[in-house]
């Protein structure tokens, strides 16, 4: 196991409360370069340099599921597999599937002290997965049982996964308030598909639900409890079953990274010859600025992934050559008509396409 | 607080006017930047700060403010500075039942009720204290942000009832200012957030209206921001003011332009 013996009295880190510096050692844990705030790798390196450096302690990242929800659990395990080779708590939360099997699914190929790579046809070594501290919620276990829950208006499984969440930070000290227990980890909470119906939620299913609000009070309440204690969380959404647009755009706000993952699987993209080595685009759609008036905004917009031997890779989306002689009329054509379509850029849509500001 | 802005405004901490309701809007942008420059402006101006922060925790803000030559810690040690942390309130009012009513109460009940005991929050906080000199020159209501309370459940004629409340208490009988940050949804369909944004456009003395650029990223130019002068009281017989500058947000300032005149493109 890798242990960071990097010390630092530095400014607070976003995911507490403590009064006075603090020295941070936690394993797989690095302070960012802009300001010293604590962040934990997102399990793809690639990834990680693309949001300033990995996530930061305290916060959310919210992917938005592609379509067909292929590429979106690979970035859930990855998130989680690197937690397990750090020796972080993790905390699996699914309505689909049991934590136990979304566990074993993913093993690490190579390692550096920040991040690794994940295969995906490999299992995570049964030891490693013994060794660390993980705790499942799986949601058809946990409803019927008689967990003393607090009056609250969101849907009964938000409202459970709430309190389990609160327990765990509490009971094994991430939040820093029981001085019995001194926690120097940091907790990985994964929650898969929330705001699916398996959740209970019909924001997928109605355009004006009576649950419209669960999914939003939730994701307020669940960002409290990740700011005043030493964890990071991943949220996979499917986003584009969501009916109701303003619920996205509320959504995004009570997330602070959401990147949104595009698969070009049944789209009129997947024989464009322009995308032929990806498998779809990922957007970088909001990078917080914690602490900050600035943010660590890449210049990148256009951003393609592909699985290449179990190996997900992110790479910047360029144009080939136009060799004008060799290409037919009507494939250049094709290519044009693409290139519009590249991405304006992270959360300022280009509205106007004959726009000069200057 | 940033000079450059205070200069468009035409304003410093000693002689702002009192008794004003400001809206920062930010669409398709992070408008935060307006946030910070406010809180930093009033407590240079020895004004009593109510602030309900709904939306970050009180390390960011304290962080930030010292870059813009402020200690929130100090402010709020020496009683100018009341401060709301809305995620630690609120995670303490949802895990624990509470006592006395909580400004956050709202989250507890199954039906969308109303914001009156965060008004008498605001109001206790601001209430002028009777010790004979006068510490602080007048208070100051500052909320980020007000969309998140429609994502809580509130609806917006709620949320609009909660600023009239603060308006006839912090503006009118006490003669102070308030600002408050909601979210232009743009397409996003949101009318309740509609609603919210075009109540408070009719209400307010100044908007700050940030906003993404048309054409999409630029690493110099992060965005433009309108100001719009009002007079909601008078009527429409004189043309409101509005002027529209380009902005780049630095490390602990924001220089502001006029349109096409960034640095890097001269």
Known sequence: RNVTSFQKRGPRASGTNDSGPRLV???????????????????????????????????????????????????????????IVNGHTLLVASAKEDPANILQQIGPVSSSRFGHYYDASKRMPQELIEASNWHGFFLPEKISSTLKVEPCSLTPGYTKLLQFIQNIIYEEGFDGSNPQKKQRNILRIGIQNLGSPLWGDDICCAENGGNSHSLT?????????????????????PTHLIQNKAIIARVTNLSDIVVGLESFIGSERETNPLYKDYHGLIHIRQIPRLNNLICDESDVKDLAFKLKRKLFTIERLHLPPDLSDTVSRSSKMDLAESAKRLGPGCGMMAGGKKHLDF | MFVELNNLLNTTPDRAEQGKLTLLCDAKTDGSFLVHHFLSFYLKANCKVCFVALIQSFSHYSIVGQKLGVSLTMARERGQLVFLEGLKSAVDVVFQAQKEPQPLQFLREANAGNLKPLFEFVREALKPVDSGEARWTYPVLLVDDLSVLLS???????????????????????????????????????????????????????????????????????????????????????????????????????????????????
């Open chain 1, 25 to 83: 050692s936690i394993a797989g844990t690095r302070p960012s370069v802009r300001n010293g705030q604590l962040l934990v790798s997102t399990g793809l390196p690639a990834l990680d340099q693309l949001l300033g450096g990995g996530l930061a302690v305290g916060t959310v990242l919210l992917i938005e599921e592609d379509k067909y929800n292929i590429y979106s659990p690979l970035l859930f395990k990855y998130f989680l597999a690197e937690g």
């Open chain 1, 217 to 237: 009070k939730f994701l307020y309440v669940l960002r409290g409890l990740l700011r005043t204690s030493l964890s990071a969380c991943i949220i996979t959404m």
């Open chain 2, 152 to 266: 809580l459940g509130m609806g917006a004629v709620a949320v609009l009832d909660f600023i009239h409340y603060c308006r006839a208490t912090v503006c009118w009988e006490l003669k102070g200012n308030m600002v408050v940050l909601v979210h232009d949804s743009g397409d996003a369909e949101d009318e309740e957030n509609d609603i919210l944004l075009n109540g408070l456009s009719h209400q307010s003395h100044l908007i700050l209206r940030a906003e993404g650029l048309a054409t999409g990223f630029c690493r110099d130019v992060h965005g433009q921001l309108r100001i719009l002068w009002r007079r909601p009281s008078q009527s429409t017989a004189q043309r409101d003011q509005s002027f529209t500058y380009q902005y780049k947000i630095q490390d602990k300032s924001v220089s502001f332009f006029a349109k096409g005149m960034s640095p890097a493109v001269l």
